[in-house]
């Protein structure tokens, strides 16, 4: 049972998480495991392990609904509150101090020259992810032709709600009604493309816009935080056309380099566009979502997790979530690699990735070393 008297140790433990926990989702929750069930026996392994699939059942960064769970489980509001709000604030600090630096020496030959061998290597983090996730999700061939339909369907400008919401409805149906087998499935999602995309004209800039468009991403992603980025191109690079495809990659390296959730990359982008007040508002936005998921979610959860229908719907977002993280790689890697020093570079450090395991952000800093090397032989 919760104890109310608890939040201030909850705050100061992830407020230090927020600090320290580099690695990305997995990472995180790892960390919190070792904290919160192996040091201070706040709850058992099963008990933990119900949260994490419970975090996997709601759309959202998924380390920071661990914290906020977490919270709640040993402190009640009080709990939940200090949890989530300790997790998040110290890589939003820390990525609006670097957008500052970013924007005032951004443009600088240096800081190009930086840049130049980071993008690389982030193109080479994505693609790791990308293959870490597909072994786990592609599990059989329509969940791969979802994957694939879902690709396709992004360059196509479908929107990418719809083509979440299709995936989910797909193989919904497809473990649910095998009756259904004189019209497969799958085609639904392969006639895609056929629907209207949305406009790709540019929009002229508003504050609640883009506080909206934040909130409606962190209300409806799935999958891992690097699909994050297939909703910010979507949205902000090819829908309204306030930022562009160098500045998201960016804003990944940004997210890369800072500890705790990889979704402050939205108060990065919020401070290119509005400034400390975008940066607060575009925080705000991605990270509501996930207080108001899970302080609803707690009742439903046991029938969710029982339903063979929210699960096979499940798979079938995280199959359109990985098709949409790819086509956002390939966009990516156009603009980043556009040499042959910056093409070695992504090998060398996917491999060094795959093989090794190097964490990402030392990988990150090789690349910045590139870069200035790079610079002094040319």
């Not at 693609?127 to 369907?153: D, E, H, P, T, Y």
């Not at 980025?229 to 500045?247: C, E, H, K, P, Y």
């Not at 070393?369 to 040319?378: D, F, I, K, P, T």
């Amino acid at each position: 049972m919760p104890n109310d008297r608890h939040w201030l140790d909850v705050g100061r433990l992830f407020l230090r998480l927020g600090l320290t926990s580099f690695g990305g989702p997995a990472a995180h929750t790892a960390i919190m495991h070792d904290e919160v069930v192996t040091r201070r026996r706040w709850l058992s392994d099963a008990e933990f392990l119900d949260l994490v699939a419970a975090t996997n059942l709601l759309p959202g960064p998924n380390s920071t609904e661990m914290a906020i769970h977490l919270g709640r489980r040993r402190a009640g509001w009080p709990g939940f509150f200090a949890a989530g709000f300790g997790f998040i604030l110290p890589a939003t600090l820390i990525v609006l101090v670097l957008s500052i630096v970013y924007v005032r020496v951004g443009t600088t030959p240096q800081a190009g020259w930086l840049l130049y061998g980071v993008k690389p290597v982030v193109i080479a983090i994505l693609v790791q992810a990308l293959f870490k996730l597909g072994q786990k999700a592609i599990r059989n061939a329509l969940i791969l032709v979802v994957s694939l339909a879902a690709l396709g369907a992004y360059f196509t400008q479908v929107n990418e709600i719809l083509i979440l919401l299709l995936g989910g409805a797909v193989l919904m149906l497809a473990a649910n009604l095998r009756r259904l087998s004189a019209a497969p499935p799958a085609s639904l999602l392969l006639w895609l493309p056929a629907l209207a995309p949305w406009s790709a004209a540019a929009v002229p800039f508003s504050l609640p816009l883009m506080f909206f468009t934040f909130l409606k991403i962190g209300a409806v992603l799935y999958g891992s935080g690097y699909v994050l980025f297939a909703f910010l191109s979507a949205d902000f690079v090819n829908r309204l056309g306030w930022i562009t495809q160098q500045q998201l990659v960016d804003a990944i390296a940004i997210g890369q380099v800072t500890p705790g959730p990889l979704f402050t990359s939205a108060t990065f982008i919020g401070y290119l566009l509005a400034g400390t007040p975008g940066a607060l508002l575009a925080t705000i936005g991605m990270f509501l979502p996930s207080f108001v998921f899970v302080a609803l979610a707690g009742p439903l959860l046991p029938r969710l997790q029982a339903s063979p229908w929210t699960r096979s719907f499940l798979d079938g977002v995280v199959a359109a979530s990985l098709g949409l993280m790819a086509a956002v790689t390939l966009e990516l890697g156009r603009a980043a690699l556009i040499d042959p020093a910056t093409i070695v570079t992504a090998a060398a450090a996917l491999f060094l990735l795959l093989r090794y395991k190097v964490n990402s952000t030392w990988m990150i800093a090789g690349g910045a070393v590139v870069g200035v090397l790079v610079q002094a032989l040319r």
